[in-house]
T-cell receptor, first 110, second 115 residues
Framework: QKEVEQDPGPLSVPEGAIVSLNCTYSNSAFQYFMWYRQYSRKGPELLMYTYSSGNKEDGRFTAQVDKSSKYISLFIRDSQPSDSATYLCAMSAWDDKIIFGKGTRLHILP | EAQVTQNPRYLITVTGKKLTVTCSQNMNHEYMSWYRQDPGLGLRQIYYSMNVEVTDKGDVPEGYKVSRKEKRNFPLILESPSPNQTSLYFC??????????????FGPGTRLTVL
């Protein structure tokens, strides 16, 4: 079983819809969870960061971590065409390297 | 402006011709790393450096070399490139340790093609 699993998509949704992006993981030592956004021909940039379980909200974005299920999610409300990008989940244990998911390509249709 | 720069951005070369991709950051970050990104395989770490003169292998180090003589620079060297090293390469830097959720700042990427 791979350490981090992420559906590659592509995921196409109409503008204004709520988007749900997910990752599962197998290493119970992971405690830092991140979402990076990567636009075409650009490097990834950090979008959201959470420590341990729970929710974190930042504007239209909500990151959710369920450590009991080893499942993390990113929700995007009121999606915009500018949200079209590849979203990579990432996670790490204490003082250990970051493991990235393979990324989900998201298309928001105007 | 805080940033990670990479050069060149695009490179086409031939098998066996040594090349260097430069990486520089202006944020005084201790930690720097190199990744390659391939379709279906995602981001894979090649090498990382915790500080000056301290480097270590990542997940896919074969065929690559790195050095860290100065804090701001972390060049990636391909001594004898092969076609399976055709990829999109990213340099990244962050403060302190490699994990702990520290934000990694990525460069714009270098698209390398080895013929």
């Amino acid at each position: 079983q791979k350490e981090v699993e992420q559906d590659p998509g592509p995921l196409s949704v109409p503008e204004g819809a709520i988007v749900s992006l997910n990752c599962t993981y197998s290493n119970s030592a992971f405690q830092y969870f991140m979402w990076y956004r990567q636009y075409s021909r650009k490097g990834p940039e950090l979008l959201m960061y959470t420590y341990s379980s729970g929710n974190k909200e930042d504007g239209r974005f909500t990151a959710q971590v369920d450590k009991s299920s080893k499942y993390i999610s990113l929700f995007i409300r009121d999606s915009q065409p500018s949200d079209s990008a590849t979203y990579l989940c990432a996670m790490s244990a204490w003082d250990d390297k970051i493991i990235f998911g393979k990324g989900t390509r998201l298309h928001i249709l105007p | 402006e805080a940033q990670v720069t990479q050069n060149p951005r695009y490179l086409i070369t031939v098998t066996g011709k040594k090349l260097t991709v430069t990486c520089s950051q202006n944020m005084n970050h201790e930690y720097m790393s190199w990744y390659r990104q391939d379709p279906g395989l995602g981001l894979r770490q090649i090498y990382y450096s915790m500080n000056v003169e301290v480097t270590d292998k990542g997940d896919v180090p074969e065929g690559y070399k790195v050095s860290r003589k100065e804090k701001r620079n972390f060049p990636l060297i391909l001594e004898s490139p092969s076609p399976n090293q055709t990829s999109l390469y990213f340099c990244a830097s962050s403060t302190r340790d490699r994990g702990m959720g520290n934000e990694q700042f990525f460069g714009p990427g270098t698209r390398l093609t080895v013929l």
